[in-house]
């Protein structure tokens, strides 16, 4: 049997088994991409899930108000439809933004895109996130532009948002129904009126979905976060999905509720619970049908900087960056040769795993966690990781299918086997796991992640993380196939 290995961003149209942009979806709807479509997703980090492993992203938060309520956000803090809550962000002037754009730009020449995603929402500041767009798209024309909205005023602002060449944009769509949508939202401010109730989640849907088919008409790529909602709508995120499909949406990302009590959101007062991993699976599995789906989203915050798996927005606070005289024009040929030398590294990389193929012998999935710092590759030590990547295996694919955040146990290189707290932390996130690959493992946690199951691997260390899960499933295979020949023989 062969073992496709799945990967995304492909440089080229013409060859039909590069699923370009595929984050995991289901075979049946895999399908290669056109040419253009590929050239708009190879750098962005949410859009690929081959580009998250090498290109970064940064938010400016210049748009403080929202013009909705959602069950599952305290304002105190930022946007959870594209934020982790519990965190607040320096609010910025478009100016104050370029000015930032430009140093974070300079330092990480990976930086490919430039979204905005709140505090609250980016259409309910439109002024101020349009000057912002406006400004970068003269002054930093080498970063993609990204918006994230809740969509309420998508169809009145549609021609400006499309005049600035933004050419990709999420927007949060909980559900269609709106006798669902008056559980998860409250109110909506809407031409200059407080509406409630049933009639509000009506109104905000009739505006979501319309922005959508506006959208995907012009050519603008559009993802759908999705907030999953244990018992409210769970149940109902497959009919969602089939829905933005048809209007043109490229992506689906199912997001985990997250409402701490104290974050002090309505939902996380009443003690609604976030979905556990297989709910989330499980979601993710019935919308992965019919959508392409996302599910390498960190849920970061309105000011996040870096790599989707980092957050360096602390290194250009305003005051750190006051003094700094940035040459853009010199920025700009550094960031062109480093983000080329990226592309022609990864293009002979995705069209070799998409095209080889590894001997198996068994047709079950497994569920494998990989240590990455990024680069794509097996690279970082069990004890520094403060997340894993999940991969499923199976006969056919390597998908990734999420990611678990911990934190990391061991703050010390001498001795990994200090802070077992936190060790224990590791462990129970990996729960559901078959093996953890990772650069390197002291001997303590080895022991630990034996006798909780988990096989630990350092083998790989350095390899391309698609070959590496391939190979330890293929180990995994041949391992259970010796335990079951002795086991006859005994
Ligand atoms: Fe930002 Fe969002 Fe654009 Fe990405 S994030 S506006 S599409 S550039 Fe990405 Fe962060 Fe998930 Fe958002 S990982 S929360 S999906
Ligand atoms: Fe909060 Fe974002 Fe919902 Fe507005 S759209 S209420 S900022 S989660």
Not at 407 to 413: E, F, I, L, Q, V
Request: hydrophobic fraction near 40%; include cysteine; aromatic fraction near 4%.
């Amino acid at each position: 049997m062969e073992l496709n290995i799945i990967a995304s961003s492909c440089d080229d149209g013409s060859a039909p088994s590069c699923g370009a942009g595929d984050t995991g979806a289901a075979a049946s709807v895999r399908a290669a991409l056109p040419a253009h479509i590929q050239k708009k997703i190879e750098t962005h980090p949410c859009y690929s899930d081959q580009a998250h492993h090498h290109f970064a992203r940064m938010h400016v938060a210049v748009a403080p108000a929202c013009n909705i309520q959602c069950n599952y956000c305290n304002r105190k803090y930022d946007c959870s439809n594209e934020s982790r809550p519990g965190v607040v962000s320096e609010v910025l002037q478009p100016e104050q933004a370029l000015k930032k754009v430009k140093a974070v730009a300079a330092e990480i020449p990976q930086l490919s895109v430039l979204g905005i995603a709140g505090p609250g929402d980016a259409l309910a500041n439109a002024k101020r996130s349009f000057e912002t767009f406006k400004l970068l798209s003269q002054e930093t024309p080498d970063l993609k532009l990204c918006l994230s909205t809740n969509g309420l005023m998508l169809p009145p602002l549609i021609d400006e948002l499309c005049a600035f060449n933004i050419d990709h944009v999420t927007i949060t769509i909980n559900c269609i129904d709106a006798d669902i949508g008056q559980k998860i939202y409250p109110w909506i401010y809407w031409k200059n009126r407080r509406i409630r109730g049933r009639k509000a989640a009506k109104i905000l849907i009739e505006q979501q979905l319309l922005g959508l088919s506006l959208l995907t008409e012009r050519g603008v790529l559009v993802k759908v976060n999705t907030v999953l909602i244990p018992g409210i709508n769970d149940h109902h995120v497959a009919e969602l999905s089939k829905e933005i499909k048809k209007r043109g949406a490229f992506l689906h990302n199912l997001m985990p509720l997250i409402a701490e009590k104290e974050h002090g959101s309505y939902f996380g007062l009443m003690g609604q619970r976030a979905p556990s991993a297989e709910e989330l699976e499980q979601a993710q599995q019935a919308c992965g049908v019919d959508m392409k789906l996302m599910r390498h989203c960190r849920q970061c915050r309105a000011d996040a900087v870096g790599m989707l798996n980092e957050d360096r927005g602390a290194e250009f606070s305003l005051d750190k960056i006051a003094e700094q005289d940035i040459d853009y024009k010199q920025a700009q040929v550094r960031r062109a040769a480093v983000q080329k030398d990226i592309l022609n590294k990864l293009k002979p990389e995705y069209c070799e795993s998409v095209h080889s193929n590894t001997e198996i012998s068994s047709n079950s999935s497994r569920l494998i966690a990989v240590a990455s710092k990024g680069q794509g590759l097996v690279n970082q030590h069990f004890g520094h990781a403060t997340e894993f990547l999940l991969y499923r295996a199976d006969a056919d694919s390597v998908q990734l299918v999420g990611s678990r955040r911990v934190s990391a146990y061991c703050h010390g290189s001498e001795n990994c086997d200090e802070q077992q707290d936190l060790l224990e932390q590791s462990i129970a996130c990996l729960e559901g796991c078959e093996a953890v690959l990772c650069a390197k493992i002291g001997w303590g946690p080895w022991q630990k992640l034996e006798a909780a199951g988990i096989r630990p691997s350092s083998d790989h260390a350095m390899e391309r993380i698609d070959a590496a899960v391939a190979a330890i499933y293929k180990e995994l295979n041949q391992q259970q196939q010796t335990c079951a020949e002795l086991s006859q023989l005994a």
